[in-house]
């Protein structure tokens, strides 16, 4: 076939450059004008699709709509609903729409006030409390005075303050006892009352609302205090992109020279718009039908329509050379962004040698291993 590209197409490489390369590479003074050289070419076929997926929701939000989904375009029929095209088969953005006459805001339970009446003081905005606090420092027990134990009443012959003087720090000193009026007996924290005034309501037993912080109302729990609720269907148009890619021949060299040939390789390309158009001529005639079958067997998932779609198909001169002087190794020449690179492999004989070898040396060293254990 004429149009089979047979080396001489797009970044194709001369004899010339490929011996060149390969002599770089050989021990000094050897030449590579014996060299053997066979086309190993690469084909890689890449199919980008874009898809879309349509699909209808139903939306709410707490409160009036909000401006982005007043400003939707409206829709009949989510399916034959018009949509801006997509730009290429990177534009993945989502297109949202609004179902005709499905909006609507409905005031809450609440009244539109977006408040509802505190449970805890039912709208009072306080709460109980009681006025007077037991005293921490005596329990209000006896201990409040020590002459009349907090009744008010001096029990003769038990107090004599002057045989007994006040010891500790001061804050744990005896005060003037309230309520019997005796001096050094009382205790300090409620002056021999047994409890003091609750600072929380001011002693007048009824203080702010814990829950409404006094108001008598709260957030209605609803409406989260928006007052009303939007609800509306949207239809949703959303797009995906998928990338498949087939590289032929899969295994074109060894583990290592493979490596470098994947890392660095220079193809060259032809981008095909038309989902229709004939593969390139170019590419290897070996490697179309199935690059043609990849390509047409790649469709969008169930419920997705295409939208767009684009085939990439590259090439990579590849060349498989020999040489007589340099019998162990295999080298493998194309192009790459710094000129003509060559990856050199061992071949599989000289690989199964050293395989053999290794093998080989491991037995010895069990063999001697089991002579020393006896
Ligand atoms: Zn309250
Ligand atoms: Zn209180
Ligand atoms: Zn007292
Ligand atoms: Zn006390
Ligand atoms: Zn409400």
Not at 283 to 292: F, K, N, V
Request: proline share 7%; hydrophobic share 35%.
């Amino acid at each position: 076939m004429a149009e089979a590209w047979s080396g001489d197409g797009v970044g194709a490489l001369s004899d010339e450059e490929i011996r060149e390369a390969v002599r770089r590479r050989l021990k000094p003074g050897l030449s590579a004008a014996t060299a053997k050289i066979a086309a190993l070419h690469r084909s890689r076929c890449t199919v980008v699709h874009l898809s879309e997926h349509r699909r209808e929701e139903e939306r709410a939000v707490d409160g009036p709509p909000p401006k982005v989904v007043l400003g939707l375009k409206v829709y009949d029929d989510l399916d034959t609903a018009q949509v801006p095209a997509p730009r290429s088969v990177d534009d993945t953005s989502t297109t949202r729409l609004l179902l005709r006459e499905s909006l609507r805001e409905t005031p809450c339970v609440c009244g539109g006030s977006g408040r509802a009446q505190c449970t805890t003081c039912e709208g009072a905005t306080t709460v109980d409390c009681p006025p007077r606090l037991g005293c921490k420092e005596c329990g209000g027990t006896a201990d409040a005075c020590d002459a009349c134990d907090g009744k008010g009443r001096v029990r003769k012959g038990r107090f004599v303050p002057e045989d007994a003087p006040p010891e500790g720090p001061a804050s744990l000193a005896r005060v003037k006892c309230a309520k019997c009026r005796q001096p050094g007996a009382a205790c300090p924290g409620c002056r021999g009352l047994g409890d003091i005034p609750c600072t929380r309501c001011d002693a007048t037993g009824r203080a702010p609302c814990p829950e409404c912080e006094g108001k008598g109302s709260i957030t209605c729990a609803r409406c989260k205090g928006k007052g009303s609720r939007s609800t509306w269907t949207e239809g949703r148009v959303e797009r995906e992109r998928v990338e498949k890619v087939a590289e032929l021949p899969e295994r074109h060299a060894p583990g290592r020279a493979r490596w470098t040939i994947n890392r660095h390789a220079l193809w060259s390309r032809t981008v095909l718009v038309e989902a229709g158009d004939p593969l390139p001529h170019l590419l290897e005639p070996g490697h179309r039908p199935e690059l043609d079958r990849f390509r047409t067997a790649q469709r969008p998932g169930a419920g997705r329509t295409e939208l767009l779609r684009t085939v990439r198909v590259e090439q990579l001169p590849l060349y498989h050379v020999r040489v007589a002087e340099a019998p162990n190794q295999e080298f493998y020449v194309f192009p790459s962004r710094d000129g003509v690179r060559v990856a050199v492999a061992m071949t599989t004989q000289r690989a199964q040698l050293i395989t053999g070898a290794a093998v080989v040396a491991v037995l010895l060293v069990l063999a001697v291993l089991l002579l020393v254990v006896r």
